[in-house]
């Protein structure tokens, strides 16, 4: 087993305090890597300096191995893998940066990809063009509830699948994660069109990036399985009543039943042709990870992710989040914000470089209101 270095982008401040500016996962996935046998934690940067030292201290990584600009951190450490833990605006610019830096095998970046469409696509030309293994953070594809869910569809117990559902609070800062899920269990096939419409009367920025208040979405995939998904808080959003829905010729499976409402409802169950609905054991796990965490309940499924992402490194096999994988999710999410601006379906490949619905707010097309806290 080979043994990895790891440093980090982007650590954050107090991870105790997550919101809406900063969820600190530098700290989880600090955690994770120290669960793996062949993980060492080496180094860090942060543009705020107390930051990476408070990180540093917390996670062992000595005082010397601190910075403040990554650059010199890759240069003096030359870390086998970096995980970029930065806002979504400067991912591309820090993850290409890791990329062309010559020393790194892998770059591990957190979702969703980048806030516009031309950057998601420079980082994976990059990346191959430099046989830089790339890979971004929906670890939710190793969370027990949605891995048994594609071992029952994969078996055939509902059928041919036709058509996968889910509903998501957006459809970018959430929503990449839902997509995501979606070609998972749609065989990773390619996206044929997807056209969509979205409302955004309320300011919704997440980590700095605007985020649609409500939203509805209809896609194709090249193997004939359609998708369907609503978003948003309240009024609307329950319109698929449950994170994931997989329907099939012969059935369905339903992945936390009642997501969407804040109900607690069932975490897995499936609906035979002709049969009730069966609730299934999930491991004491639900959609966001494990019940009983003393502390993140994502933890468990964030080191499964990661164990696949080291252990793909310089094999044949790419790694479940590879950079090819996600695009197809993103390009689904500026698919979507694309058709709300052109008012039609979008044919795919998607053609634009921009954000459209940042390029709506910008142009005053959309005039979202500043919320009251």
């Known amino acids: 087993m080979e043994d990895y270095s790891i440093a980090f982008v982007g650590t954050g401040k ?20 120290s669960r793996l046998d062949n993980c060492t934690l080496e180094a860090c940067a942060d543009i705020v300096r107390e930051n990476a030292e408070a990180f540093a201290n917390n996670v062992g990584i000595d005082a010397q191995n601190v910075y403040e600009n990554y650059e010199e951190m890759l240069t003096a450490v030359e870390p086998d893998i970096v995980s970029v833990t930065v806002p979504p605006a400067v991912h591309a610019d820090i993850t290409l940066g890791c990329i062309e830096s010559g020393v790194t095998e892998a770059v591990h970046t957190e979702k969703p990809m980048a806030d516009n469409w031309a950057d998601c696509r420079r980082m994976v030309e990059a990346a191959n063009e430099h046989d830089v293994q790339l890979t ?37 800062d959430y929503g990449t994660h839902s997509f995501d899920l979606s070609n998972f269990y749609a065989g990773e096939a390619t996206p044929e069109w997807v056209i969509g419409q979205i409302d ?5 920025r997440l980590f700095g990036s605007h985020n649609e208040n409500q939203g509805l979405v209809q896609w194709r995939y090249e193997n004939g399985v359609h998708g369907l998904a609503t978003t948003g808080v309240g009024s609307g959003a329950d ?9 099939g010729s012969e059935g369905i499976i339903e992945i936390g039943v009642g997501f969407a409402t804040g109900e607690d409802g069932p975490v897995l169950r499936i609906k035979r042709d002709g049969e009730t609905w069966t609730e299934l054991e999930t491991n004491n796990e639900d959609v966001h990870g494990r019940r009983d965490a003393e502390n993140w309940k994502g ?48 044919d795919l490949p998607l053609d634009i470089e921009d954000n459209p619905l940042d390029a709506m707010v910008t142009s005053g097309t959309l005039t979202p209101e500043p919320v009251d806290d």
């Open 200 to 204: 955004y009367r309320d300011v919704n």
């Open 14 to 33: 107090d991870p105790d305090q997550p919101d809406a500016t900063g969820f600190a996962m530098a700290y989880k996935h600090a955690e994770s890597y």
């Open 299 to 346: 933890q468990t499924v964030l080191t499964r992710a990661l164990a696949d992402v080291v252990d793909a490194i310089g094999g044949e096999n790419a790694p479940l989040l590879c950079g090819e994988n996600a695009l197809r999710s993103t390009e689904l999410i500026f698919g979507a914000w694309e058709s709300a601006r052109s008012h039609g379906r979008v």
């Open 136 to 172: 971004f953070n929906h670890q939710r594809r190793f969370g027990t509830p949605f891995t048994k869910a594609k071992e029952l569809l994969d078996a055939g117990e509902i059928g041919a699948l036709e058509r996968v559902e889910f509903s998501s609070p957006n459809l970018f």
């Open 239 to 247: 319109g698929v009543a449950c994170h994931n829905r997989l329907v």
